[in-house]
T-cell receptor, first 111, second 115 residues
Framework: GEDVEQSLFLSVREGDSSVINCTYTDSSSTYLYWYKQEPGAGLQLLTY?????DMKQDQRLTVLLNKKDKHLSLRIADTQTGDSAIYFC???????????FGAGTRLTVKP | DSGVTQTPKHLITATGQRVTLRCSPRSGDLSVYWYQQSLDQGLQFLIQYYNGEERAKGNILERFSAQQFPDLHSELNLSSLELGDSALYFCASSPGGGSTNYGYTFGSGTRLTVV
């Protein structure tokens, strides 16, 4: 499809792991990104993965990339209430390096 | 502080009016991007400027226009405002003509409310 797709909502309990999934459009995308948007704020780059990688780990964050299925996921270990935010998946298109964003997944962490 | 500055932070105006949103990119960045974020439409790309020239156009209405000045700051002009234009307007910047491993750097946005 033409859109970067994400589920709109995810709710987890504090201390659990969160997994946010994304399907992107361009199998030739060079970089794939996860952004976090807290209430009333702009988008903040959380992490990125280069397309020749399968996995990237950064403290509590693990990014998995399945190029065959054009599937990207973000796992947040030991999710905290401060992780409640909207998470956007984005891809960098090979043709022109422009970025295409998903609609965002709203993560709610319950105490 | 991301380094991308947007003003004003909040704007309330009446239908039919015209407003100007301003963005100063991160130091050294040549590209400026404008996005609209509304509850029902998600994050919509409006337009990109690179070193003063328009480079890409997205879902930007004819009532909207933008420009990038020699000092690289950019302005987004919204005219004949309608209730449906109420949204968060984000500016982002990047060093070159497209994204890098750092993606785009976003400002904190201007919340526009049309009443």
């Amino acid at each position: 499809g033409e859109d970067v797709e994400q589920s709109l909502f995810l709710s987890v309990r504090e201390g659990d792991s969160s997994v946010i999934n994304c399907t992107y459009t361009d199998s030739s995308s060079t970089y794939l990104y996860w952004y976090k948007q807290e209430p009333g704020a702009g988008l903040q780059l959380l992490t990125y993965i280069f397309s020749n990688m399968d996995m990237k780990q950064d403290q509590r964050l693990t990014v998995l990339l399945n190029k065959k299925d054009k599937h990207l996921s973000l796992r947040i270990a030991d999710t905290q209430t401060g992780d409640s935010a909207i998470y956007f998946c984005a891809e960098s298109l090979l043709l022109n390096n422009d970025m295409r964003f998903g609609a965002g997944t709203r993560l709610t962490v319950k105490p | 502080d991301s380094g991308v500055t947007q003003t004003p932070k909040h704007l309330i105006t009446a239908t039919g009016q015209r407003v100007t949103l301003r963005c100063s990119p991160r130091s050294g960045d040549l590209s400026v991007y404008w996005y609209q974020q509304s509850l029902d439409q998600g994050l919509q790309f409006l337009i990109q400027y690179y070193n003063g020239e328009e480079r890409a156009k997205g879902n930007i209405l004819e009532r909207f226009s933008a420009q990038q000045f020699p000092d690289l700051h950019s302005e987004l002009n919204l005219s004949s405002l309608e209730l449906g234009d109420s949204a968060l307007y984000f500016c982002a910047s990047s060093p070159g003509g497209g994204s890098t491993n750092y993606g785009y750097t976003f400002g904190s946005g201007t919340r526009l409310t049309v009443v």
